[in-house]
DNA sequence: CACCCTAGTGAGAATGAGTCTCATTCGCAC
DNA sequence: GTGCGAATGAGACTCATTCTCACTAGGGTG
């Protein structure tokens, strides 16, 4: 729970925002690959175009977004393979007030992190915290889930707020 | 930001999970009216209808599940003043997974709380955490709102697993 | 009390994000 | 090359939520 070791955690550790370099986008698609043929899924180029731009993007995005950074992405298709990517793990959807829903790649393939939500414009934005306050949260949470008989899986912390243009603009 | 001091937090503070006794339904009713007013909106017998069938069930529900609560709901009308309540900070909406939004009592008029969200069922519960521990996150994340340009006004917190129904069933 | 005048109501229509259908195409196995 | 299940994509469809609009309620004002 947290920020489980996962296969993609291992070259060029020190880069995270920045879009990936193509080392690490062939580790991206081999981790998924591999995810992929663990549920009897194909790999194809509609689905490698989706990982492609979402760890392009490096921050979660609706799926007009999507659209506008890749070329040629039918609706039914995309969502289709979200969806078959979401449930390999691969990519994880943040529903918000936002009247869409962001994707991003899951946590195993990305460091852990949590999300500034802006509450005017929608838009998400990750962030990093420290793990010994991860660790602590963590301790936390299991300890009030097991009181109400709860089995937990995994934590989502997020900050409300204005974005830089919502607040100046 | 975290567990601002509203004006209902005075009265029999040891309840807090059982339905609310009439004295402090009294008060919830007037700190709504309150700002309610302050809004120039009406307290009118739909709007205290919901407000004490929230306070009632004393966690985040659906409107179908609200309905069921309530008698002779009109589904418009509780749309419109859910969103009013919701601007006027009265309540909170909960944009997850499940395909209808949850809806409970906002944070100045109940203590400050996280939720235990199921994956399977979409269900929701309370979980209060230690304050020291609420302190420690609200800090972190103000620092790292600031290193990004964002301006804060309260997080979210939430453990996904499964609740008891749908771990054991 | 009679009259306004605005906020609120609720039934039904409209919206639109997301899902489903289905005929077609792809890609791996043999 | 052939077979066959998985994948594709255009369009129909679903349904939670929002909008419209004619109507009602209720609180000032004279």
Do not use: F, G, K, P
């Given at each position: 729970m947290g920020a489980p070791t996962g296969p993609s955690r291992r070259s060029t550790s020190s880069r995270r925002h920045s879009g990936p370099d193509e080392a690490t986008i062939d580790d991206l698609h081999a981790a998924v690959a591999r995810r992929l043929e663990r549920h009897d899924h194909r790999?194809?180029?509609g689905r490698r175009h989706l990982v492609e731009t979402l760890a392009?993007?490096?921050r979660p995005v609706t799926l007009p977004q999507l659209a506008d950074h890749a070329d040629d992405l039918p609706q039914s298709s995309a969502y289709r393979n979200l969806e078959i990517l979401e449930r390999c793990g691969?990519?994880?959807r943040i529903a918000g007030t936002a009247d869409h829903a962001h994707f991003e790649l899951a946590e195993p393939l990305v460091?852990?992190?949590h999300?500034?939500?802006c509450v005017s414009c929608g838009s998400l934005q990750d962030v990093h915290l420290d793990e010994a306050?991860?660790?602590l949260v963590d301790a936390e949470l299991a300890g009030a889930a097991a009181a109400a008989g709860f089995t937990p899986s995994h934590h989502s912390?997020?900050?409300h707020g204005f974005c830089n243009?919502?607040?100046t603009g």
């Open positions: 790999y194809t180029r392009r993007v490096a691969v990519i994880s460091d852990h992190h999300h500034l939500v306050v991860e660790a912390l997020d900050l243009d919502c607040e």
